[in-house]
C-alpha cells in the first residue's frame, strides 16, 4: 500500500533563506508525486508534480523537488524564502486503485516565514 | 476558464441535521472526487466519480454518506444524520482523464462544523 511522511509538520525560516521541506514516501509501483499548498483561507493548489520524466522537477513560484528513488523521497525546496510562501505544503502520491487516481496526502508540513 | 467552485465554504449545523455540499468542476471533466480533512488529521480520499457512475467509494466512512452526480456535471455530497465527527473541510477535485499522471485541480472547500 502507498504511503507518505512528511517529516516535518513545522518549518521555520527567515525570508531569503532556502527552504527545504522533506517527504518519503512508500510505493509497491513507480507513483507520480505531487507537492500541493494552501494558503490560509484557501484551496490547494498544485506546486509541482513528478510523472517519471525528469527527476528534477521545477514548480511554480521558485519551488522545485527531486525525485530520488533509491532513498524515496520528494524533497520540497527553494533557494530564498518569500514572505508569501508561509503556507501549508502536502506532499501527495498517486494510490493505484484499479488504474484510476485516487490521492494519498501526507500530514503536512507548515511553513512559517520570519522577516 | 473557471476552477472547481464549492458552495457553500462554511456550513454549522446541530447533531442529527442534515447538510448537502455540492461541487462544480471545471468544465469538461468526467472525473471527480471527494476528499476530507478532519481536525488534525490528513486528507483522505472519500470516493471517485467518472461521469455519473461511482467508479471507487471505499473512502466513505459509513451509510450516513450519500454522494450523487447527476448527468455527469456537478456532485452533493449529503451527510445524514450529521455527527460530531463529521466536522472537518470537505474539498473537491476534478480531473480530465483519472489516469495515474493527470492532475487533480482542487476547490476551495467546505468547512462543516457539527455542533
Known amino acids: 500500500a502507498q504511503s507518505v511522511t512528511q517529516l516535518d509538520s513545522h518549518v521555520s525560516v527567515s525570508e531569503g533563506t532556502p527552504v527545504l521541506l522533506r517527504c518519503n514516501y512508500s510505493?509497491?509501483?513507480?507513483?507520480?508525486l505531487f507537492w500541493y499548498v494552501q494558503h490560509p483561507n484557501k484551496g490547494l493548489q498544485l506546486l509541482l508534480k513528478?510523472?517519471?520524466?525528469?527527476?528534477l522537477v521545477k514548480g511554480i513560484n521558485g519551488f522545485e523537488a527531486e525525485f530520488k528513488k533509491s532513498e524515496t523521497s520528494f524533497h520540497l525546496t527553494k533557494p530564498s524564502a518569500h514572505m508569501s510562501d508561509a503556507a501549508e505544503y502536502f506532499c501527495?502520491?498517486?494510490?493505484?486503485?484499479?488504474?484510476?487516481?485516487?490521492?494519498?496526502f501526507g500530514a503536512g508540513t507548515r511553513l512559517a516565514v520570519h522577516p | 476558464e473557471a476552477g472547481v467552485t464549492q458552495f457553500p465554504s462554511h456550513s454549522v449545523i446541530e447533531k442529527g441535521q442534515t447538510v448537502t455540499l455540492r461541487c462544480d468542476p471545471i468544465?469538461?471533466?468526467?472525473?471527480l472526487y471527494w476528499y476530507r480533512r478532519v481536525m488534525g488529521k490528513e486528507i483522505k480520499f472519500l470516493l471517485h466519480?467518472?461521469?455519473?457512475?461511482?467508479?471507487?467509494e471505499s473512502g466513505m466512512p459509513n451509510n450516513r454518506f450519500l454522494a450523487e452526480r447527476t448527468g455527469g456535471t456537478y456532485s452533493t455530497l449529503k451527510v445524514q444524520p450529521a455527527e460530531l465527527e463529521d466536522s472537518g473541510v470537505y474539498f473537491c477535485?476534478?480531473?480530465?482523464?483519472?489516469?495515474?499522471?493527470?492532475?487533480?485541480?482542487f476547490g476551495p472547500g467546505t468547512r462543516l462544523t457539527v455542533l
Open positions: 477535485a476534478s480531473s480530465q482523464y483519472g489516469a495515474l499522471t493527470d492532475t487533480q485541480y
Open positions: 466519480f467518472v461521469k455519473e457512475s461511482k467508479q471507487d
Open positions: 501527495v502520491v498517486t494510490s493505484d486503485s484499479g488504474g484510476y487516481n485516487k490521492l494519498i
Open positions: 468544465s469538461g471533466h468526467d472525473n
Open positions: 510505493s509497491s509501483y513507480s507513483p507520480s
Open positions: 513528478y510523472t517519471s520524466a525528469a527527476t
